[in-house]
């Protein structure tokens, strides 16, 4: 089976396309190489560089399947440029599927997020249990991210039939390691916190909950997905998460895990002010378990020690490049970029 993966040079998608290619298909990237080609090394893909603004027919020829993950993938570069957020996020996955529709292709996954379960009716009080989120539970997302994704799913599914079969991954916030690493996201901003400042900042006392998965689970998910049975997942939405945690509980694993490896290491927990906005809330696995026979189990614990194996951890300054930081690296780009008009501004 021939896969196309949107994003598939980012952080997931690499993880994702080497999964693909063990699963014995043939991965297909499609990305602006936001962070470079370095993450493909080792890959067997053929790899494309454009832009899902911009389709082109021919990316389609012999494809069988799609995964889509290309797009702004967290809240401050989505802000950013809200109007280019819009572009990628939900004009571009309407386009994609419209493609897929023109070319055949039935199996179609989508890489949206649990922040669309972020409304302020259950996020106004970190101390306060944000309810249990299931596929059912309305949702009003509020940020410019989490409204971009919602309307993309919007759009998918109203595209759903006979002849094309998609499948709606909300994945929760994804920890662990990836050959592009990520350090904007709470485990791994924890891990390179320890250190690179030997400090953790909790904001707001870090009584917040989120989901959570590892980026392995969350590529198995959309590998699993290109082969199972149609009829069951076509047109449907899955929460992906191993558990919930509140935040305050990521930084003790983080801590407590660096003080096994480094017992002379003194790694402190700063209590700092609560966010303008908070975000807390929790979802249920459940359908996913039910329907694909599958849960995430790979524990925030074991991808920290996995990480901190990986990682350069003896190197501090390695963790500072700004490659692993989505915002500091889009706004360095766009400044770079300002005069070579390749595709317009970075956007
Ligand atoms: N990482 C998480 O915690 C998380 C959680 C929920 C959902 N998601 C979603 O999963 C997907 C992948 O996330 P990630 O963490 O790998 O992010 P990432 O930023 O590492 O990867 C996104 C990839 O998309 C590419 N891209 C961006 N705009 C593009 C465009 N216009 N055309 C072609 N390629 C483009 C980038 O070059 C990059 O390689 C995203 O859609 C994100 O919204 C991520």
Redesign the pocket.
């Given at each position: 089976m021939k896969v196309l993966v949107?994003?598939?040079?980012?952080?997931?998608?690499v993880v994702l396309c080497r999964q693909i290619r063990e699963a014995g298909h043939e991965p297909v990237v499609?990305?602006?190489?936001?962070?470079g080609r370095s993450p493909l090394a080792g890959l067997d893909a053929t790899v494309i560089r454009?832009?899902?603004?911009q389709l082109d027919d021919r990316w389609f020829e012999g494809i069988d399947a799609v995964c889509?993950?290309?797009?702004?993938?967290?809240d401050p570069?989505a802000e950013y440029n809200t109007e280019a957020n819009r572009?990628?996020?939900t004009e571009?996955t309407d386009a994609l599927v419209r493609a897929c529709k023109r070319h055949g292709i039935r199996r179609f996954t989508f890489?949206?997020?649990?922040?669309i379960y972020d409304r302020e009716a259950c996020s106004d009080d970190a101390h306060r249990s944000p309810i249990m989120c299931d596929e059912a539970t309305p949702v009003e997302p509020r940020g410019a991210?989490s409204t971009s994704?919602r309307r993309a799913e919007e759009l998918i599914l109203a595209q759903a039939d006979d002849t094309f079969a998609p499948v709606i991954f909300?994945?929760?916030?994804?920890y662990g390691y990836?050959p592009?690493m990520?350090f904007d996201?709470v485990v791994n901003t924890f891990i390179k916190d320890a250190i690179l400042a030997r400090k953790l900042f909790l904001h707001g006392g870090g009584w917040m909950w989120r989901p959570l998965v590892d980026?392995r689970d969350?590529a198995r998910v959309h590998v699993m997905a290109l082969t199972a049975p149609l009829d069951p997942i076509r047109g449907q939405i899955f929460n992906v998460l191993e558990e919930n945690y509140q935040i305050r509980q990521l930084a003790m694993l983080v801590t407590g895990s660096l003080a096994i490896l480094k017992p002379d290491w003194r790694v402190e927990i700063v209590e700092a002010p609560a966010p303008a906005t908070v975000r807390n809330y929790r979802m249920s696995n459940s359908k996913l378990s039910n329907v694909f026979d599958f849960t995430p189990s790979v524990t925030v614990l074991e991808s920290i020690e996995d990480m901190l194996r990986r990682l350069p951890i003896d190197f501090p300054q390695e963790f500072g490049n700004p490659r692993y930081y989505?915002i500091a690296w889009m706004s360095l780009l766009e400044e770079v970029h300002a005069e070579q008009r390749e595709f317009g501004s970075i956007y």
């Amino acid at each position: 089976m021939k896969v196309l993966v949107t994003g598939g040079a980012g952080y997931i998608g690499v993880v994702l396309c080497r999964q693909i290619r063990e699963a014995g298909h043939e991965p297909v990237v499609l990305d602006r190489l936001f962070w470079g080609r370095s993450p493909l090394a080792g890959l067997d893909a053929t790899v494309i560089r454009g832009d899902i603004r911009q389709l082109d027919d021919r990316w389609f020829e012999g494809i069988d399947a799609v995964c889509h993950l290309g797009g702004l993938s967290n809240d401050p570069t989505a802000e950013y440029n809200t109007e280019a957020n819009r572009q990628m996020n939900t004009e571009a996955t309407d386009a994609l599927v419209r493609a897929c529709k023109r070319h055949g292709i039935r199996r179609f996954t989508f890489a949206s997020s649990a922040s669309i379960y972020d409304r302020e009716a259950c996020s106004d009080d970190a101390h306060r249990s944000p309810i249990m989120c299931d596929e059912a539970t309305p949702v009003e997302p509020r940020g410019a991210y989490s409204t971009s994704k919602r309307r993309a799913e919007e759009l998918i599914l109203a595209q759903a039939d006979d002849t094309f079969a998609p499948v709606i991954f909300r994945q929760g916030t994804v920890y662990g390691y990836s050959p592009r690493m990520r350090f904007d996201l709470v485990v791994n901003t924890f891990i390179k916190d320890a250190i690179l400042a030997r400090k953790l900042f909790l904001h707001g006392g870090g009584w917040m909950w989120r989901p959570l998965v590892d980026v392995r689970d969350v590529a198995r998910v959309h590998v699993m997905a290109l082969t199972a049975p149609l009829d069951p997942i076509r047109g449907q939405i899955f929460n992906v998460l191993e558990e919930n945690y509140q935040i305050r509980q990521l930084a003790m694993l983080v801590t407590g895990s660096l003080a096994i490896l480094k017992p002379d290491w003194r790694v402190e927990i700063v209590e700092a002010p609560a966010p303008a906005t908070v975000r807390n809330y929790r979802m249920s696995n459940s359908k996913l378990s039910n329907v694909f026979d599958f849960t995430p189990s790979v524990t925030v614990l074991e991808s920290i020690e996995d990480m901190l194996r990986r990682l350069p951890i003896d190197f501090p300054q390695e963790f500072g490049n700004p490659r692993y930081y989505n915002i500091a690296w889009m706004s360095l780009l766009e400044e770079v970029h300002a005069e070579q008009r390749e595709f317009g501004s970075i956007y």
